[in-house]
T-cell receptor, first 115, second 116 residues
């Protein structure tokens, strides 16, 4: 089955600086890679996703890059703000039109934004 | 995007009893899933809830312990049977339309289960 590794487990950055979280996956059949933000006591919220036919995707301060050859994808957050503090999870699945596998999650990164 | 309502939001149960968690989606969805998230940990997939057939379980999870129903395209239940303190966790349902969908995988608000 799929295995997703995520690093670092904790990341502390100064407000306004950039944060990068990295994930690797093992199953070459995986083609969908979402990132979730989870605040304490709340459900995971999708912040950005990328499909395997795309190398990079950006949404305002958030971007995701994918290297299919290396089986590696990364989350980039620029101009970090205090409200970015949360746990971030990467995930992978084999998703097709009309059907999809469940997500395999990384272990999470606790992002701390220092004022 | 689809909105998922999950209940109960939390419960405290006696060991040896069972709890059924309900998940209702506000639109028809192709796939529904159940996850477990132990305190401070990541999410682990329990099973895929298949409409009209038996659920597909991941390694380490069995139907006798976690029976799942999915009678239609908007509703699913997960039962945690014969509970022990090790079952204390957050249980979340999730739904997706598949790759052709526009909202990826959405999650319910979770059920925080404590077994005493």
């Amino acid at each position: 089955g799929e295995n997703v590794e995520q690093h670092p487990s904790t990341l502390s950055v100064q407000e306004g600086d950039s944060a990068v979280i990295k994930c690797t996956y093992s199953d070459s059949a995986s083609n969908y890679f979402p990132w979730y933000k989870q605040e304490l006591g709340k459900r995971p919220q999708l912040i950005i996703d990328i499909r395997s036919n795309v190398g990079e995707k950006k949404d305002q301060r958030i971007a995701v890059t994918l290297n299919k050859t290396a089986k590696h994808f990364s989350l980039h957050i620029t101009e970090t703000q205090p409200e970015d503090s949360a746990v971030y999870f990467c995930a992978a699945s084999n998703a097709a039109g009309g059907g999809a596998d469940g997500l395999t999650f990384g272990k999470g990164t606790h992002l701390i934004i220092q004022p | 995007s689809a909105v998922i309502s999950q209940k109960p939001s939390r419960d405290i149960c006696q060991r040896g009893t069972s709890l059924t968690i309900q998940c209702q989606v506000d639109s028809q969805v192709t796939m529904m899933f159940w996850y477990r998230q132990q305190p401070g940990q990541s999410l682990t997939l329990i099973a895929t809830a298949n409409q009209g057939s038996e659920a597909t379980y991941e390694s380490g999870f069995v139907i006798d312990k976690f029976p799942i129903s999915r009678p239609n395209l908007t509703f699913s239940t997960l039962t945690v049977s014969n509970m022990s303190p090790e079952d204390s966790s957050i249980y979340l349902c999730s739904a997706t339309e598949g790759l052709g969908g526009s909202y990826g995988y959405t999650f319910g608000s979770g059920t925080r289960l404590t077994v005493v």
